[in-house]
């Protein structure tokens, strides 16, 4: 019997929007309304099943780690939360990335 791998349906990201996330810092300007700089994250998938929403979510990482979002002017993103996002977002784009490269 060969081992057979279940993709990740909601990953990180419904556990992100359980504890505000999204909510809280992105949507504000990236939602379908503003899409400020144009990205909007209420439209991005939920579910990480191919290379184009990988590719935007590791931006979104990348760009809250840095610091560069949200803006100086918006309010901070607390050390712990920036955690959790990246610690939860880490081991599912992993295991979504083995499932897209089949």
Not at 8 to 18: D, E, K, M, Q, R
Not at 57 to 70: C, F, I, R, T, Y
Request: hydrophobic letters at 30%.
């Amino acid at each position: 019997m060969t081992e057979v791998e279940i993709c990740p349906t909601h990953g990180f990201l419904g556990n992100i929007l359980s504890i505000g996330f999204l909510e809280n810092y992105c949507l504000d300007c990236h939602d379908s309304f503003e899409e400020k700089g144009g990205v909007n994250l209420e439209e991005l998938a939920f579910t990480i099943d191919n290379i184009e929403t990988a590719e935007l979510w590791q931006k979104v990482l990348n760009v809250v780690n840095s610091g560069e979002m949200p803006p100086k002017k918006e309010k901070k993103i607390s050390p712990s939360k920036k955690n959790g996002f990246s610690s939860g977002f880490v081991p599912t784009a992993r295991r979504s990335s083995r499932c897209i490269e089949r």
